[in-house]
């Protein structure tokens, strides 16, 4: 769990990075560290390494209409 929720939160980063140029390298960390915090407390539950597409709904990360 910790290699993919590490990837999650160094590309949605990245994305800030590029598109967000007022943001300095403070606040990136900053967010990076909260991010990690809130995705494993939020998929902790839902983890199963042994059966990855079990609980792979709950940990999708999408644009709420």
């Known amino acids: 769990m ?9 590309f949605v980063t990245h994305l800030l990075h590029v598109y967000c140029k007022s943001i300095s390298n403070y606040q990136l960390i ?4 909260k991010i990690l915090d809130i995705i494993i407390t939020q ?5 199963y390494p042994g059966r990855p597409n079990k ?5 999708t ?5």
Do not use: D, P, Y
Not at 61 to 65: L, M, S
């Open 30 to 33: 900053k967010f990076k560290g």
């Open 55 to 59: 609980g792979a709904g709950l940990r």
């Open 2 to 10: 910790k290699f993919e929720v590490q990837s999650t939160a160094n």
């Open 43 to 47: 998929w902790e539950m839902f983890w």
């Open 61 to 65: 990360i999408r644009k709420r209409i």
